[in-house]
């Protein structure tokens, strides 16, 4: 499998991912901050990408919602998959990557999931070839 060429798309993504199980599980920033013992501040700049999320703070923030530490390093799946593997952080940031979170976490069948993937890859494709 590829990988994404920029750590920024993944540091998005894996932002936009906390961000939406925080609004999932209702908290607030203050509130997971609590929860997690990881500063306001510092959430606040996971959660838009600005900052990369250490382990540990990971751990604690997927803890405190109660989610699985390793539904966060699906983002390089899902970079894959929506054929952000070449992008850089100027093209795709954290609005982008939170859009895409949002839509591919609306398929509950993995055949949907798979004819989303499809599509994305074909649209990559698509473009890759127009900009030529």
Known sequence: ?????????????IGAM????????????????????VGINELKQYEAGAARIPASHLLRIAQALDTPISYFFSAIDIADCAGMDGSTSE?????ECA????????????EAFDAAVAIARSMVILEDRLNR
């Open 1 to 13: 499998m590829a990988r994404p060429k920029s750590a920024k798309v993944i540091d998005h993504l």
């Open 18 to 37: 906390v961000a939406a199980c925080r609004e999932d599980a209702k908290l607030t920033h203050k509130q997971l901050a609590a929860k997690s013992q």
């Open 91 to 95: 093209s795709i940031g954290p609005t």
């Open 99 to 110: 859009r895409v979170i949002q839509v591919f976490s609306q398929f509950r069948s993995p």
